[in-house]
């Protein structure tokens, strides 16, 4: 993806596929909306059982074209061993003052993977200090703070502070996740690591669906934000209660 853009919302993830799981859908409905989208993993794969780096790299090229990014970059964290040190956030920063994101999704900060929540205090505190003037990088780039910081929640056990409703990008979502032919394509190695394609389209809908029951539409994604919602006008105010 070529560099040297700017984007709107960035969605900062630790290994590649994990964004189109848990929020794809919103980052093709903010481009709908005329929203420029990007995205940064944390790592490129070495670790996984199947597939090379090279083919996990041609798969997330694929799925950024799918979920329509301007930017896809990944950086050279070790997978399975994301830690939240100086020079970690020092990478993420310098992407940060490059691409200068007014929001910035993350995982949500408790999970299984010790990456995906490490991630979640990492990419806030490379936000933090991304905007500190005597802070420098090492890279080009003038000091740059997002605007605000999302935490997607699809697979936390926590209840969302909003959902965005992704209703007609759902299938284009679970496209941009079987891009990932050497994960998720049906196949013998790897053996019972692996569920088959028709089970991950029943989970990643169903969980879509059932999120969309709480928020009033069809499917939708879920997050947290730590801070309360400011409302201008109630009449306004979104989501049937009875
Ligand atoms: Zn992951």
């Avoid at 990007?38 to 090279?54: F, K, N, P, Q």
């Avoid at 020079?87 to 993420?92: H, L, V």
């Avoid at 080009?140 to 910081?149: C, E, L, N, S």
Wanted: net charge negative; hydrophobic share 40%.
């Amino acid at each position: 993806m070529p560099p040297a853009e700017t984007v709107d919302l960035l969605a900062i993830a630790a290994h590649r596929d994990d964004v189109e799981q848990t929020c794809g859908g919103t980052l093709l409905a903010m481009q709908a909306r005329g929203w420029k989208t990007g995205i940064l993993d944390l790592t490129r794969g070495e670790s996984g059982t199947r597939g090379t780096t090279a083919e996990r790299e041609a798969e997330a090229n694929e799925a950024a074209r799918i979920l329509k990014v301007s930017v896809r970059e990944a950086l050279d964290l070790p997978d399975g061993n994301v830690q939240n040190t100086f020079e970690n956030r020092m990478k993420i920063a310098a992407a940060l003052r490059r691409l200068r994101p007014r929001v910035v999704i993350l995982p949500y900060w408790e999970g299984r993977h010790p990456d995906h929540y490490t991630t979640a205090t990492l990419g806030y505190e490379a936000c933090f200090v991304s905007g500190l003037a005597k802070v420098d990088t090492g890279e080009a780039g003038a000091p740059h703070r997002p605007f605000k910081i999302l935490y997607a929640s699809l697979y936390a056990d926590v209840r969302p502070t909003f959902a965005v409703d992704i209703t007609p990008f759902v299938e284009e979502r679970f496209q941009s996740l079987m891009a990932y032919r050497s994960q998720y394509a049906t196949r013998a190695e790897g053996g019972g690591l692996f569920v088959p394609e028709e089970e991950i389209r029943e989970r990643t809908f169903a969980m879509a669906r059932h999120c969309g029951l709480l928020a009033g539409v069809r499917y939708a994604e879920p997050f947290v934000q730590k801070e309360i919602g400011l409302i201008d006008d109630l009449m306004m105010l979104p989501v049937a209660s009875i």
